[in-house]
């Protein structure tokens, strides 16, 4: 059989979490590559756990690499808070008590189901701050205030004689950037080094933080508890010895949870600012968070996040498939569009598997800021000039290559510019990690906060804009950025050899033409990819072309469409071109029956399950792809061959070597990682007389285990050595039932 090509194969590994291509600290070797657009951050509030988990099939189908959820920790006022004001970290819910969002045993099961659609899990991580009340709240202080923290002390109520009135805490006067009550939460002092046993164990022990005595809205903490081992790394455990320059500190004992006993953790002393680095241990080790979103950075010290990269270091238990362990990533929230600033919680550095590093960027606000203020509702005011440069990465030197900021829209905190869809296309197109905001609203009413977000984000009853803006980016991942035309209102820029987009901020009613140089092979075909030129509401007048060719000098000439069309505001002020992807039918054989998907309403649009089950029962199922020649338009006169595809792999879930034949590549972040062959009938349309290609792979269900499995067909585009891959995902879940 003839040795097909999969897709431009990189000249190094493309380093991320499992198969989803986070854009992690080794982002600076691949501008030597192509810039990469990982698959993006689902950031999802006002969902359940359960409810998350029973949609992970729709964040599979969708193409999310990751999902980011709220602060999961006990809060201080109470069960129904979003989770900023921290009260117990430790406490992520339990049966009769729940938190905002469930049970630890629920967030395990769905950080476990994320895991297994090959996607990565992500939390907010609250340093900064713990709750509303403080030394001045009538029975607090008497209740031992907050898990884990000194309140106060004086001599006599604690074993070191320590005397501070503020304890771990800043004192309520200050003012400063690093110490004041960000909207009245305790700020916590990183900087002291109280020592206690802060989740006591041994009430004898003369170590532990003061208890609390008097109840105070039914808790006490700091409490002595046999159970509170648990929340310990067991020193009997081999640990990983490590030097961090950073802190300077040197021969440093990591050692880890231990999973199979956990209560064999052994507690030891330590200060605040070690209690939050061992809790971001435990959310990595127990529960299996692979990355953070770290609350208002800006609002601490940057040092104190070199300890964060020490608390994190080497901490994973996942294991990717060429035996590396995955690296956890992290972004900071830095409220602020200085990028000097910003580049002070930056840390991208990577050090060796004995010299702590870092795997930790940053939001990138300036960009946030250029798009709040150059797509307003007033094209007069809007100015692209603003925005193509505006990007933390600039500051490094290269330029848009994503290789610093994680970029966004909207958040629970800000809603999104009036040009919203221009701006995702702005943000889903360009290279490095990127966010889409979703609000579930699955979990009642919650006032202002948190803010509104995507309603389409998983697709559903409010459309597909988001969806399919994401569908673009995966399947053309890679590409260097390269701008080709700007002026106030208009910008183009080509990914290039992959794709063409252009974008408007006017607010009338039009389009603009426009004439560029590409770098796409001339006579290549370009097709639009947004359907925006089949949709009367975008394209009364006809003028967007569904199909483009490059010419002899490597030119194309377009329209870009305004926001309006006759006058009736669409918003949808972009338009993408890029050579066409295979086309073609997933079909699972060997299925009992089809759970059908749900039909959400407004009430349930964050609930409600989309995406049809297969269900299988039997020894065995077959995957089979059939594939298309493609004749675009439906004209035979503009056959594109390459479109046939060259060859097809498949995955099952996070990389299950189901049918024992291997995985094309074991490099975590390349196209195929994760992939194998179809051996039972492989047979690719490109090299085919009639254009159709056929892949059929049997699969023995004893591989998998009883419960969902997620299948993704890629199929590739026929490419020249060096252009960057572009393919089609058919993506299905089923259901193996072996009972």
Known sequence: MKRTRFGARRTMPRKSTRCRRTLTRQALELRLVFDVSPPPILQWFEGGYNTIEQRVPDIFAAGYGAVLTPPPGRADTGNQSVGYDAYNRFDLGSPGDPTRYGTQAGMKAMIDAIHQAGDSYYSDLVWNQDGFDNLGTPGFAASGGYPGFALTLNPSNNYAGYNDIDGDFHSAYDTSTTGMRLSGLIDIAQEKNYQFIRNPVDPNNPMNLPAGTTPYNGRLANVPSASNAQ?????????????????????????????????????EPENALGYLMRYTQWMVQTMGVDGFRIDA???MPPWVLNYYDLATFRASNQTLLNGSQEPIFGFSEVYDGNKDLL??????????????????????????FALQGNLTGNGYQNNWYNVVNS??????????????GV??????????????N???????????????????????????????????????????????????RD??????????????????????????????????SGYDTRTVHTDFAPGTYLVDLTGFSANSATNEDGNIKPLLQVDQYGNVTFEVPRNSDDGNFTGDGYIIYAPASPQGTLTINGTSNVIPGGTPTAATNGTAELSPIDVVTGNSFQIQLNTNNVNLLGNPAFADPDANGDNALYKIDNGVDAAGAGFVDTNPGDVAYGFQQFNTVHSPGYFNADGSGEYLQTINTANLTNGYHYIDVRVFRHRNPGEPPIFSDFKVTIYVDHS
Do not use: C, W
Request: hydrophobic content about 30%.
């Open 231 to 267: 929340f310990y790394p067991d020193r009997n455990l081999t640990p990983i010895t490590v030097n961090d320059p950073a802190i300077g500190q040197y021969n440093i004992n990591l050692y880890p949870f231990n999973n199979a006993d956990p209560m064999a953790g052994t507690p």
């Open 297 to 299: 950075a800006k609002n």
């Open 343 to 368: 580049q002070q919680y930056v840390n991208k550095s990577d050090n060796g598997p004995s010299t702590v590093g870092g795997n930790r960027d940053v939001l990138d606000f300036p960009l946030f």
């Open 391 to 404: 990007s933390v990465a600039t500051e490094n030197g290269y330029a848009n290559n994503g290789s610093e």
């Open 407 to 420: 970029s966004f829209v909207s958040s629970a905190d800000n809603g999104p510019p009036y040009l919203e």
């Open 422 to 472: 221009v701006a995702y296309a702005y943000t889903l197109t360009h290279p490095g990690n990127t966010i889409v905001y979703f609000n579930g609203h699955g979990l009642g009413a919650n006032g202002s906060f948190p803010a509104d977000g995507r309603g389409d984000a998983l697709g559903g009853l409010y459309g597909d804009t988001i969806t399919n803006l994401v569908n673009i």
């Open 475 to 508: 399947t053309h991942p890679d590409g260097n950025y390269d701008q080709r035309y700007i002026d106030n209102n208009v910008l183009v820029y080509e990914r290039d050899d992959s794709m063409l987009v252009g974008l408007s901020n006017r607010t009338d």
